[in-house]
T-cell receptor, first 111, second 113 residues
């Protein structure tokens, strides 16, 4: 079945440093979604990318969808302690509207 | 978006007992999902809760162990039956909204002794 690989699994940065997490698929994706889960919390929808080469920004977060629609990235500029959490990518599994989830990247930020 | 509540928020249960988790949504939704998440791990889909019909279970999950009800478009329950310590996990319900984005309840943290 369809899978999505997400790297790195963990990232530890100093506050103010940048952070990037990547998701890759062997098949062309119709779209990709990104979620954030704070420690002790539940996943929260951040954004959905649909178009080839699409770039979307949310304040210090930049989301990209590859030209071939097989990969995506989430980049955080100048991390803050409020960015701590696990970032998941998720892709649609097909007509049944289920999502297939990446393993997540856990971000720790040293103040 | 949707406002989703889950009850209980946490519970500690004895081996061999069952626990029913409730998920309530503030609006009518077609798609509801139940997930399990082990600490530090990704989400594992248990089943899709279908209104008016049996739930659709993922590989490795069976109805006898995880019976699901979906009596209407705003409510669903998941029962964890005959629990063992391996069932200790966080159980999350979610609803599918526009363009298949999902919104999650706060989760139920289950510990089985």
């Amino acid at each position: 079945g369809q899978q999505v690989m997400q790297i790195p699994q963990y990232q530890h940065v100093q506050e103010g440093e940048d952070f990037t997490t990547y998701c890759n698929s062997s098949t062309t994706l119709s779209n990709i979604q990104w979620y954030k889960q704070r420690p002790g919390g539940h996943p929260v929808f951040l954004i959905q990318l649909v178009k080839s080469g699409e770039v979307k920004k949310q304040k210090r977060l930049t989301f990209q969808f590859g030209e071939a629609k097989k990969n995506s990235s989430l980049h955080i500029t100048a991390t803050q302690t409020t960015d701590v959490g696990t970032y998941f990518c998720a892709v649609n599994a097909g007509n049944n509207r289920k999502l297939i989830w990446g393993l997540g990247t856990s971000l720790a930020v040293n103040p | 978006s949707a406002v989703i509540s889950q009850k209980p928020s946490r519970d500690i249960c004895q081996r061999g007992t069952s626990l029913t988790i409730q998920c309530q949504v503030d609006s009518q939704v077609t798609m509801m999902f139940w997930y399990r998440q082990q600490p530090g791990q990704s989400l594992t889909l248990i089943a899709t809760a279908n209104q008016g019909s049996e739930a659709t279970y993922e590989s490795g999950f069976v109805i006898d162990k995880f019976p699901i009800s979906r009596p209407n478009l705003t409510f669903s329950t998941l029962t964890v039956s005959n629990m063992s310590p391996e069932d200790s996990s966080i159980y999350l319900c979610s609803v599918g909204l526009v363009a298949d984005t999902q919104y999650f309840g706060p989760g139920t943290r289950l510990t089985v002794l």
